[in-house]
T-cell receptor, first 110, second 115 residues
Framework: GQNIDQPTEMTATEGAIVQINCTYQTSGFNGLFWYQQHAGEAPTFLSYNVLDGLEEKGRFSSFLSRSKGYSYLLLKELQMKDSASYLCAVRSGSWGKLQFGAGTQVVVTP | SAVISQKPSRDICQRGTSLTIQCQVDSQVTMMFWYRQQPGQSLTLIATANQGSEATYESGFVIDKFPISRPNLTFSTLTVSNLSPEDSSIYLC????????????FGEGSRLTVL
C-alpha cells in the first residue's frame, strides 16, 4: 500500500504564491498526480510527474523527487477561484489506479 | 476530454436496501474506475470495472457488497448493497481516456445518504 501525506489546510492572499507539499511511500512507483477539487464538484486533473524535476503549466507547477518520495504543487499569482482542495495522488502498477492523499484545502483571501 | 454522466446525482435510501448507480461515458474506454469519497475525506478506489471480465476490487471492498457490471465499453453500474449509514458517501465514476497518462476524468458523483 501507500502512505500519502499532505497538509490539511493552507491560507494565502490573492496574488501570492503557495506551495503544497506531498510525501509518499510506495512500492512500484509509476507517477505522481495533482488534482483540484472545488467544493461539491468532481476532481479535475492538474499535473503529472513521472521523472524528477519541475513541470510547469501556466500558473501551476509541480515538482517531483523520486529518491525523496516528495512532490510539491506550486500555485502562483493566486486568484480567488483557486480556493479548493488539492489532491496528491500516486500510481503504482496498473494504469489508471490512483491512490489519493487526504487533500489540502487552500483558502485564498482578498 | 470526456463527458461522464452519472445517475442518480443524489439519493436518500433506507437501511438494508440497495442502490444502483449508473455511469455513461461519451466514448469507448477500456477501464472504468469507481471511487468513494466519504464526507470530508479524499477519494478511495473501490474497484476497476473491466469490459468482458469481472471487476477487480481493492482491499476492503468485496463483490457481495459492491457488485459491478460492465456490459460494454461506454457503460458501467455500481450497486451498493445492504445499505447502512456508514455507506453514506459520494460515489464517483472515472475513466482514463489516454491509457498510461493517469489523467482521470470524473463524473459529477452520486451523493448517497442512508437513513
Amino acid at each position: 500500500g501507500q502512505n500519502i501525506d499532505q497538509p490539511t489546510e493552507m491560507t494565502a492572499t490573492e496574488g501570492a504564491i503557495v506551495q503544497i507539499n506531498c510525501t509518499y511511500q510506495t512500492s512500484g512507483f509509476n507517477g505522481l498526480f495533482w488534482y483540484q477539487q472545488h467544493a461539491g464538484e468532481a476532481p479535475t486533473f492538474l499535473s503529472y510527474n513521472v521523472l524528477d524535476g519541475l513541470e510547469e503549466k501556466g500558473r501551476f507547477s509541480s515538482f517531483l523527487s523520486r529518491s525523496k518520495g516528495y512532490s510539491y504543487l506550486l500555485l502562483k499569482e493566486l486568484q480567488m477561484k483557486d480556493s479548493a482542495s488539492y489532491l496528491c495522488a500516486v500510481r503504482s502498477g496498473s494504469w489508471g489506479k490512483l491512490q489519493f492523499g487526504a487533500g489540502t484545502q487552500v483558502v485564498v483571501t482578498p | 476530454s470526456a463527458v461522464i454522466s452519472q445517475k442518480p446525482s443524489r439519493d436518500i435510501c433506507q437501511r438494508g436496501t440497495s442502490l444502483t448507480i449508473q455511469c455513461q461515458v461519451d466514448s469507448q474506454v477500456t477501464m472504468m474506475f469507481w471511487y468513494r469519497q466519504q464526507p470530508g475525506q479524499s477519494l478511495t478506489l473501490i474497484a476497476t470495472a473491466n469490459q468482458g471480465s469481472e471487476a477487480t476490487y481493492e482491499s476492503g471492498f468485496v463483490i457481495d457488497k459492491f457488485p459491478i457490471s460492465r456490459p460494454n465499453l461506454t457503460f458501467s453500474t455500481l450497486t451498493v448493497s445492504n445499505l447502512s449509514p456508514e455507506d453514506s458517501s459520494i460515489y464517483l465514476c472515472s475513466v482514463e481516456l489516454a491509457v498510461g497518462t493517469g489523467e482521470l476524468f470524473f463524473g459529477e458523483g452520486s451523493r448517497l445518504t442512508v437513513l
